[in-house]
């Protein structure tokens, strides 16, 4: 069996402090630390439906500074789908955004790209005192890219199931779910599947 039929595979990129591994331990484990910890790469694993089969969507939460150029090439040749976060209250940290989304273009290609789901993320947008990025401007700018926008708050849980939940509607080639389905169905197709030698 392929490794792309059971496992679905989410690169999340951005600045340091953006908050990426703030929305990814949320949407895994429901839990959001205040400390800043910065990561080198981690990834985490969270069981969802796929063309109605139980798959793996794999979240690979990349480093926030530019020493691992192999290691970002490598995740966007692999990844199926790309979010690419900034921080609301950070105006470059959407311009640190741009030399990536520029990569993501070059490694998979124009012509891949249009169908290749790709989410351009403020994040912190509860923090409206110390904002420097509108949801217009980041709007915008995710048109401009052709990909899709949404704010997010790792902090107050705002958006982020909904962020991943919408990232899965736009793959066009697979019928993704986060809601595995209900255990009685997935023991009887295992059951269908299965024979005795």
């Known amino acids: 069996m392929p490794e792309q039929s059971n496992d679905y ?4 990129f951005g600045a340091g402090g953006v908050g990426k591994s703030s929305l990814v331990l949320r949407f895994v484990k429901g839990t959001f630390r205040e400390s800043y910890i910065p990561t080198i790469e981690d990834t985490y694993r969270q069981v969802i439906s796929c063309n109605k ?13 530019h020493q691992f150029p192999a290691m970002q090439r490598l995740s966007m040749s692999k990844g199926h789908a790309f979010i690419l ?24 290609g124009a012509s891949e790209l249009p169908s290749i789901p790709i989410m351009l993320v403020g994040n912190k947008c509860d923090e409206n005192d110390t904002r420097e990025v509108s ?14 926008f949404m704010e997010t708050s790792a902090k107050t ?22 809601q595995p389905e209900k255990k009685s169905m997935r023991g009887r197709k295992i059951r269908e599947k299965c024979a005795l030698m």
């Open 135 to 148: 949801a217009e401007e980041g709007d915008a700018e995710a048109r401009r890219w052709g990909c899709h």
């Open 53 to 65: 089969n139980i798959c793996t969507l794999q979240i690979t939460d990349t480093t926030g500074s």
């Open 157 to 178: 849980n705002h958006n982020v199931k909904e962020l991943f939940q919408e990232l899965l509607n736009l793959e066009k080639n697979r019928n993704i779910s986060l």
């Open 85 to 108: 976060v900034y921080s609301c209250t950070s105006r470059q940290s959407l311009e640190e955004l741009r030399p990536i989304w520029q990569v993501i273009k070059e490694t998979k």
């Open 9 to 12: 595979r989410v690169v999340v």
